[in-house]
């Protein structure tokens, strides 16, 4: 997708998050308020800014609207942290290297955790949007389709808009645009 798009894209953001329809979940219909906002991965530093732009606008245009934005791989290292196991994963990986790493965070860091770790702080039934980021940086720690999946029992009728570096095409989420695809129907793209 050309920049050019991407600008567009970006600029139409603002509109559909703090629209009523998109709030309400019209033409949803018993679906489950997963937004993906997709695009290129070489382009991270101008979706982060733009997310830090949505985070001051939203409130001035929705000053209803309590919005929580989630960074995946701040929350991680977090929980990691809160464990007392971040200092030993980043021994284990020096020492042990990546594949070690992986198995001894494989059942701290389970999809499931971190939903419930996500909701705790961020609970649906307290916020009216829930933006998440950091999804590159969490990679391979966190996969994303299995995340989303987690969280579906949670969110309710929040809306989740994931910031995703890479290709949903509505049927898949293809990391950095390289990685194999992984199914996920659930998501709606934010804006085209």
């Known amino acids: 997708m050309?920049?050019?798009?991407?600008?567009?894209?970006?600029?139409?953001?603002?509109?559909?998050l703090t629209s009523d329809d998109f709030l309400g979940g019209q033409g949803l219909g018993n679906e489950v308020p997963f937004y993906a906002f997709d695009y290129p991965p070489q382009e991270e530093l101008k979706?982060?800014?733009h997310v830090q732009f949505l985070q001051g606008a939203i409130p001035k245009r929705r000053p209803d609207l309590k919005v929580a934005c989630v960074n995946l791989?701040?929350?991680?290292?977090?929980?990691?942290?809160?464990?007392?196991?971040?200092?030993?994963?980043?021994?284990?990986?020096a020492t042990k290297g990546d594949e070690a790493l992986?198995?001894?965070l494989k059942a701290p860091?389970?999809?499931?955790?971190?939903?419930?770790?996500?909701?705790?702080?961020?609970?649906?039934?307290?916020?009216?949007?829930?933006?998440?980021?950091?999804?590159?940086?969490?990679?391979?720690?966190v996969r994303t389709h299995n995340l989303l999946n987690n969280l579906q029992p949670f969110m309710g009728q929040t809306p989740l808009?994931?910031?995703?570096?890479g290709r949903y095409d509505g049927q898949a989420l293809q990391l950095f645009c390289q990685l194999g695809e992984k199914p996920y129907y659930r998501a709606f793209r934010l804006v085209s």
């Open 109 to 141: 860091l389970d999809a499931g955790k971190i939903a419930k770790e996500l909701v705790g702080r961020y609970p649906p039934t307290e916020y009216g949007l829930i933006m998440v980021t950091g999804v590159g940086s969490a990679y391979p720690l």
């Open 47 to 49: 979706v982060r800014e």
């Open 73 to 93: 791989f701040e929350l991680v290292l977090e929980m990691l942290s809160g464990r007392n196991l971040l200092e030993k994963s980043i021994e284990r990986q």
């Open 161 to 165: 808009v994931l910031f995703y570096p």
């Open 102 to 104: 992986f198995k001894a």
């Open 2 to 16: 050309p920049v050019n798009n991407l600008d567009e894209r970006l600029n139409k953001i603002l509109d559909r």
